[in-house]
């Protein structure tokens, strides 16, 4: 399977404790963006990435939040001192030269 | 970015032609239209997208009037396996490419 793959699928941790997840992109693919969701709503922009350089964060993306694509390949995103809010699914994008955004499964993040 | 409007949810039974309308009132000149079907726990995934008049996939038709105000997705023929959220986004191409999504419409079929 040449598909965005993310790890974990299913994430539960306690209040505050730190998270991090995983994003291979499609191997071509430059371009590679971060997106929030919560049931019942579509998917929320947190950030992208062109390479390795992050070139644009939402302001959803609190200090707490980190992202980093070291090599321009896979990418992590972290979430630190967690919080019940921060529940929800978490997915990753790539994207190729027809803006075509390819979205892998997700990780279901809980904290309880 | 522009922002959409289309039914929370639509009712179809197999068989049946499902048509979605979106309404974009402040589509700009280099905005395409782009349609994405979701399962759920599973990611976002690329249907159709167009600019205006009729745009044609294996998976379904994307109608854009002139004014291209609105759009219309039509799913033939849908099947159990169409039950799904259908999101309508409407953005520009020179952009991040970062996606903007509403809410959706949660479209199920029955048989």
């Known amino acids: 399977d040449t598909g965005v793959s993310q790890d974990p699928r299913h994430k539960i941790t306690k209040r505050g404790q730190n998270v991090t997840f995983r994003c291979d992109p499609i191997?071509?693919?430059?371009?590679l963006y971060w997106y929030r969701q919560t049931l019942g709503q579509g998917p929320e922009f947190l950030t992208y990435?062109?390479?390795?350089?992050?070139?644009?964060k939402s302001r959803l993306l609190s200090d707490r939040f980190s992202a980093e694509r070291p090599k321009g390949s896979f990418s992590t995103l972290e979430i630190q001192r967690t919080e019940q809010g921060d529940s929800a699914m978490y997915l990753c994008?790539?994207?190729?030269?027809?803006?075509?955004?390819?979205f892998g499964p997700g990780t279901r993040l809980t904290v309880l | 970015l522009a922002k959409t409007t289309q039914p929370i949810s639509m009712d179809s039974y197999e068989g049946q032609e499902v048509n979605i309308t979106c309404s974009h009132n402040n589509i700009a000149t280099n905005d395409y239209i782009t349609w994405y079907q979701q399962f759920p726990s599973q990611g976002p995934r690329f249907i159709i997208q167009?600019?205006?008049t009729k745009v044609t996939n294996e998976v379904a038709s994307l109608f854009i009037p002139a004014d291209r105000k609105s759009s219309t997705l039509s799913l033939p023929r849908v099947s159990l396996s169409d039950t799904a959220v259908y999101y309508c986004?409407?953005?520009?191409?020179?952009?991040?490419?970062?996606?903007?999504f509403g809410a959706g419409t949660q479209v199920v079929v029955t048989p």
């Open positions: 191997s071509e693919h430059n371009r």
């Open positions: 167009g600019y205006k």
């Open positions: 994008a790539s994207r190729d030269s027809t803006d075509t955004q390819y």
């Open positions: 990435f062109q390479n390795e350089a992050q070139l644009e």
């Open positions: 986004l409407v953005g520009r191409t020179d952009s991040w490419g970062k996606l903007q």
